[in-house]
């Protein structure tokens, strides 16, 4: 039978794997390899995808995607947990004990002073962050590894300056499906890093070796970390290190990340090995008495055949070997095999294949599963049930409940913003306010009584407090979002809001990871933007960044309930849950049209962990919201700084270069003169009108104030009429995002996509103005 027909409780044998291409490699990788055994939780309220039980973890996968997949119905309910025998804990030997790897006072350390850097590779919720938030301290810097939008965060390990420590992005495998995959391998490969920490969630062993075992074959000086330990014994589980460093040939230092235990002695392995480059004692996990031994000699005789291409190439010869038996095209390329050694290869393939009945990409798998149970059939006692795994089920009873996952979810986002942008947020957002603003007029004072030039003074008053103000006054807002989105995604409930929401995404092109940028977007694009950082594929991310400007942001809320009040007082409400629904059908419309245009092809399929759920520690969280407020305010006083003296020039000076008293004659009003033409077919050809919207640009609070400068003493109702009011009010709602909007969007994608944001917002944002005002002028409005 398919997967796809598996019914909730039901266990299976995994016969089969089908499909094709990265995605299959991507199922492998996980542990969905022939032989294995799964159940099936449940499935998303929405029915598809549903969520299995593999190798002691939850795992999504989408209904098409388990079509491809044969399994076997198995008789036992539960196939899981079945804890080994009790074993003894031994003390781990400290460090090496003195060289358990290395005999003291031989071997051939590194010059000193040589700096020795480290990657730090692991599975996501592995606890990466966690720990390189332990060996940091607050030395630290993020940025962008280069030409991906892929976060990088670098630091030196505490009390060691000598050291550099390279965060990687998550990830399963060294296979090339993901963006975040290849920048880890191509950074492992290339940047030679001085030796590898790889950090190994213990409660979920089998499928975090998984990604140890292709490390091994870097053939780099590595450690592994094994998290978590707290959670394994705290349910009476242990793992036998000695054992396993005897199997895996690298030091293997238990750690609690969270509770800082062990990290310490990590850190002195890890230093141990990097300076006497001390690589792995085994990289081979293959043997000649499983299955016929036909992968054994499959990838000894490829590792013949390329050796010399792989000395060339500068890869590690194991490394190549595997992914060459795997079908991987950039390694084949790299590795420039002529053609007879290209059929070779093809030949020793096709071998192994017959031989061991299963297809290159599944024997490989299998040959890496089945070390890896031998490894924790050894070394793992494995605890029953968690406590934690225990308390995850009874949460996603209701948070992903079928009846109650789509109400909680509502409930749960409807707090959030209602604590951050109702009740916290703006009692912060005004005091801070007020403080820039008492600084201003202290800045006046001085300024006054120095008799400093009437420009500059504005310029200082006008351009840089008002403008910058009023975009640092949004502090407030991004770090209690970004409080709570951290504490929601580290918690894990993101991961079980994206499984709920897949479903509906998928139809529009996304997967449901894009759900949270979307609802942040309701609040302020700047986090929106921001928080597009944890989608896992480029092309998501994209897609989604140029769709959160459609979900009309809260800074929008003004206008709206200003037009609203003076022209729509008895429809009020309607109209302004209106646009909201008008930006959101734009938006579908948008991604449909980028689905069939830019963004071809499917988002990334979703096979995703559902990690348990955990409690957040208070240092990441606190870590990530001063990184936050620094990277924006950072931006506010960069781009913005410089955006805000441009505006506040054509606001305040003439063609002549004089002060304006009069408002009509400063450039930025002639400019939107010359640009009123442009508006007259949507009946916003007013100079006053084009001049706020511009200065919308700025800040979209700031369209009403202008609007009310420059039409003082005039009655607004009498001179714009409904029908402008209702354009306009369309115009407002989809026209480009804010400059501190598109300053982000800038820096997740670049120059090029932030222009093109502004212009296509503006043109649609035109468009349906005038469809508003041809189809008002139908029914004889205005
Ligand atoms: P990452 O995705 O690999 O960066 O993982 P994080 O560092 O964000 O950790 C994922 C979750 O595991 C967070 O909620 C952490 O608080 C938690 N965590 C990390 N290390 C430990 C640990 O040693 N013990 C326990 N109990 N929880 C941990
Ligand atoms: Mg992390």
Redesign the pocket.
């Known amino acids: 039978m398919k997967l796809c027909e598996l019914k909730p409780g039901q266990s299976a044998r995994v016969l089969a794997v089908g499909g094709e291409g990265a995605l299959r490699q991507h199922f492998l990788d996980m542990g969905v390899i022939p032989g294995a055994e799964l159940s099936l939780v449940k499935l998303a309220p929405m029915g598809d995808p549903m969520e299995l039980r593999i190798h002691g973890y939850e795992l999504t996968l989408r209904l098409a995607d388990a079509e491809k997949i044969r399994v076997e119905l198995l008789e036992s309910a539960r196939i899981d947990e079945k804890g080994s025998s009790a074993r003894k804990p031994s003390d781990h030997p400290g460090l090496g004990e003195e060289g358990k790897f290395h005999p003291k006072g031989t071997g051939d350390p590194l010059p000193e002073g040589t700096e020795l850097s480290f990657a730090l590779v ?12 332990q060996l940091t301290g607050s030395n630290q810097h993020v940025g962008n590894f280069p030409g991906v939008t892929v976060d990088r965060k670098d630091g030196v390990i505490r009390g060691h300056r000598d050291t550099s420590i390279t ?1 990687l992005p ?1 990830i399963y495998s060294m296979s090339p499906y993901s963006s975040e995959e290849l920048v880890s391998r191509d950074f492992v490969l290339h940047s030679k890093p001085k030796a590898i920490i790889n ?1 190994v ?1 213990a409660t979920n062993i089998e499928r975090n070796l998984y990604l140890t075992m292709q490390l091994l074959e870097m053939d780099l000086p590595m450690v592994v970390a094994l ?5 394994l014994t ?1 349910n009476g589980g242990t793992v036998d290190v000695n054992a396993m460093e005897a199997m895996l040939g690298v030091p293997v230092v238990p ?5 800082d ?1 062990g990290v310490d002695e990590l850190v002195r392995h890890a230093l141990h090995i990097a300076r006497y480059q001390e690589r792995p004692l085994r990289q081979d996990f293959c043997s000649a008495d499983e299955h016929g031994g036909a992968v054994h000699r499959a990838l000894h005789a490829v590792g013949h055949l390329i050796e010399d291409h792989a000395a060339r190439a500068e890869l590690p010869l194991r490394f190549a070997a595997s992914k060459l038996l795997e079908g991987d095209s950039l390694i084949s390329e790299q590795l420039r095999l002529d053609q007879n050694e290209k059929e070779m290869l093809e030949h020793i393939v096709l071998q192994m294949e017959n031989e061991r009945g299963l297809d290159r990409g599944a024997a490989m798998a299998e040959m890496r599963f089945a070390y890896i149970e031998k490894v924790c059939g050894r070394c793992v006692v494995k605890p029953h049930e968690s406590r ?1 795994h225990r308390r995850s089920r009874k949460i996603d009873r209701v948070l992903t409940g079928r009846y109650t996952a789509i109400p909680m979810f509502i409930a749960i986002m409807a707090l959030v913003f209602f604590l951050t942008f109702f009740l916290i947020g703006p009692v912060l957002q005004d005091l801070l306010a007020r403080g820039i603003a008492d600084l201003g007029g202290l800045t006046e004072r001085a300024m006054q009584a120095g008799g400093v030039n009437p420009a500059i003074q504005s310029l200082v008053l006008d351009g840089i407090f008002q403008g910058v103000g009023s975009v640092v006054s949004f502090l407030p807002l991004i770090v209690i979002l970004f409080l709570f989105l951290s504490l929601l ?4 409930y993101i991961a079980r809001v994206a499984f709920v929401m897949d479903k509906l995404l998928r139809k529009i092109g996304l997967s449901g990871r894009s759900i949270v940028p979307m609802l942040i977007g309701f609040g302020c694009t700047v986090p929106a933007v921001m928080s597009t950082r944890t989608l896992p594929s480029d092309r998501d991310r994209r897609m989604t960044i140029l769709l959160t400007p459609f979900m009309s942001c809260t800074a929008k809320l003004p206008i709206y309930s200003f037009f609203v009040a003076a022209f729509f007082p008895r429809r009020g409400w309607l109209i302004i849950t209106g646009l909201y629904v008008l930006g959101i059908l734009a938006g579908v419309l948008a991604a449909l049209l980028y689905k069939k245009t830019l963004f071809r092809g499917e988002a990334v399929p979703f096979v995703m962990e559902l ?1 348990n759920y ?4 208070a240092r ?1 969280v606190l870590q990530l919201l001063w990184e936050k407020a620094k990277d924006f305010l950072q931006r506010a006083f960069s781009v913005i700084l410089i955006a805000t003296i441009v505006v506040w020039f054509l606001q305040s000076f003439s063609f002549r270069f004089d002060l304006v008293t009069d408002s009509r004659d400063s450039i930025l009003a002639r400019l939107a003169g010359l640009l009123a033409p442009l508006f007259r077919p949507v009946g916003l050809g007013d100079w006053r009108i084009v001049t706020s919207l511009i200065s919308g640009f700025m800040a979209k609070e700031s369209v009403v104030s202008v609007m009310k400068i420059l039409f003082a003493g005039q009655s607004l109702t009498a001179a714009l009429g409904t029908l402008t009011a209702a354009s306009l009010l369309v115009f407002s709602l989809l026209y480009t995002p804010c400059v501190a909007a598109i300053a982000s969007i800038r820096r997740e994608l670049g120059g090029k996509w932030a222009l093109y944001v502004v212009l296509w917002q503006c043109v649609l944002a035109w468009f349906a103005a005038l469809a508003v005002r041809l189809v008002g002028m139908l029914l004889g409005w205005g």
Do not use: H
């Open positions: 692991g599975n996501q919720n592995s606890g990466k962050t966690t720990l390189f938030n965060d998550g950090i969630d998290n978590m330990m707290d959670e705290g750690i609690s990340a969270a509770k235990q934690e995604e580290d918690s894990g990690p955990r409690l957040p520690s990441n």
